[in-house]
């Protein structure tokens, strides 16, 4: 027979936030208040008392908050979270016998019933020693804290070797002139494909052919020849102190620089010369090229992520991104890392955050949801989504709801993105200036990371290659000359909202959202909130004819009581409106904008105005 070995009897049980029973870290953003609720269930009906334990990871003292009761023996308490880098909370609970003795008093005096004994116990109760010796501690669970730019940012992906002069590879110093353009339609991060030197073997030429003409650039990401692999720069971009300048300046101007992390090798790179264990053999002996049926890619060697000499690579590839951290890069996109070891990932961010907790790094896995999860739970701190391919208002509607429901976003933050180098989606093809509006509107203001591939979103390129979900002539493969000052650029309406997300706290997060009905099913209508912060969007998913109908707010999702009228500013023509009931007449024409956002107030004459005519907004 056994031993007991736990006399304790509080139960602490359910505790939230957690991500699979406390084996993966919790993610939140410097300056958050961390909310931990708890079951606590004891035996009998003595008082019980608890709280929760929390301190940065390394910390030798422990910080204390005590746990309030809720109902049906649920207890919160909460936290601040002041610093970036893992932190480590638990819960614990005991017995009070202070406030079981209280309440036996108490109820004793209101029968008329004698407590001298009861009263003499208290004299001489000593309940700190027991207790302390009967506290019941759960498991130590992790947090992760990261910058704010983790949960807010807008992204701007270009290829510098398109941005120089007309049939000129372009360099670091051209983009930094052209900064201004990108930092005036508001984005705060700029994100540059692979900058490493191209290979030559098998390099592909325009529209990813097998032949290359003498001066095709090659795809960035066939990377290293004989000058170098992942930390070296391509010759034509410049050198690494032109990175680090460029860099400079764009922190200036409210940018950070991020880097495109592709682990993957051209037939070129020296590790195939020094390393040729890391790679995938053939029986021939030859090393295995890329390949995604029916696609080939000759110009690309995988690594071998279980290959003998597996821990040296592994550090080796760690190292990558130390190098570029000395350099002065903190964001990286990492490309398709659902193709390599999860374990490695799992490794590597660790090691990486260790030093650098306040490095970021976005998932690009275009793949199963539960594969997305599992690099989001090893550590990346965003993700690509599906967001992408859902276009209709019941697909939008079901895919937010998932992305914001716990305990997924306790450590999956979703970035939409409405096109990318790779994808042109079938939408887009149209070239409808609506649909192009329509897709920007969503992506920003149905999640708060997003991020766009430019100049061709903002000039609308929406050509692609037959029966392709994928662009002609694509930068990929061949440089290509923008015309910045196209008065067809939607530069400007990408500044406006960008300025909505900056001015609107509501906007800067994905969880607090509610949907709410209108009278035409082409109308997609919800509200994000943020303490008193209140917006609401409203798109017409309809890009070619005006919809109209009547949106019905939810009350309480718009911070307003039933019946209560209402103040909607219109934040970007400027116009104030006042609506009596919670019901909004809207109508949007996609020909002039496909949607419309408003800050919705409770106005100061909510309790006086009931008979006004509902609010009527046109568009």
Known sequence: MGTPVDSTRVLIEGISPEVDGGRYAVKRVIGDRVVVECDLVADGH????????????????????????????????????????????????????????????????????????????????????????RVSRSAVLSLVVDPLRARFSAWYELFPRSWGPPEEHGTFRDVEEK????????????????????????????????????GDPGSPWAIGDESGGHTAVHRALGTLEDLRRLTRAARAKGLEIALDVAFQASPD????????????????????????????????????????????????????????????????????????????WEWCITEVKAKHPETIFLSEAFTRPKVMFALSKAGFTQSYTYFTWRTTKQELETYVRELARSPLRDHFRPNFWPNTPDILPEHLQEGERATFLLRLALAATLSSNYGIYGPSFELMEHVARPGAEEYLDSEKFQLRAWNLDDPRSLRDEIAAINRARRDNPALQQS?????????????????????????????????????????????????????????????????????????????????????????????????????????????
């Open 511 to 619: 969880e607090a959202i509610s949907f709410h009905r209108a009278d035409d099913d082409a109308l997609f209508a919800y509200s994000k909130r943020a303490e008193d912060n209140v917006v609401l969007v409203v798109a017409n998913v309809d890009p070619r004819h005006r919809r109209a109908g009547r949106v019905h707010l939810d009350p309480e999702a718009v911070d307003a009581r039933e019946g209560e009228s209402v103040e909607l500013h219109d934040v970007l023509s400027g116009e104030r409106s006042t609506s009596a009931t919670a019901s909004v007449y809207v109508e949007l024409d996609p020909a002039v904008r496909p949607y419309a956002i408003f800050v919705v107030r409770r106005s100061p004459r909510a309790r006086r105005v009931r008979s006004e005519r509902d609010f009527e907004y046109f568009l």
């Open 46 to 133: 003595d008082a019980i008392a608890g709280r929760v334990v929390f301190r940065r990871a390394g910390d030798s003292l422990w910080q204390r908050a005590p746990l309030e009761p809720l109902e049906n023996d649920r207890w919160r308490s909460s936290f601040v979270v002041d610093a970036v880098g893992r932190w480590e909370y638990a819960v614990e609970a005991w017995i009070d016998r202070r406030e079981t003795l209280r309440r036996a008093i108490v109820k004793k005096r209101e029968a008329g019933q004698d407590v001298s004994v009861e009263l003499v116990m208290a004299e001489r109760l000593d309940a700190t020693k027991r207790e302390l010796d």
């Open 179 to 214: 900064l201004d353009y990108v930092a005036r339609m508001g984005f705060d991060v700029l994100y540059f494909p692979p900058i490493h030197p191209v290979g030559r073997s098998f390099r592909k030429g325009p529209n990813n052919t097998l032949t290359a003409r003498p």
């Open 269 to 344: 790179h020296p590790w195939v010369r020094q390393h040729p264990d890391w790679f995938f053999r053939r029986p021939d002996g030859t090393i295995q090229y890329a390949e995604n049926p029916p696609k080939k890619y000759q110009d690309v060697y995988p690594f071998d992520f279980e290959c003998e000499d597996w821990r040296s690579l592994w550090s080796e590839l760690r190292d990558v991104f130390f190098f570029w951290l000395d350099q002065g890069v903190r964001i990286f996109r990492v490309d398709n890392p659902h193709t390599k070891s999860l374990r490695f």
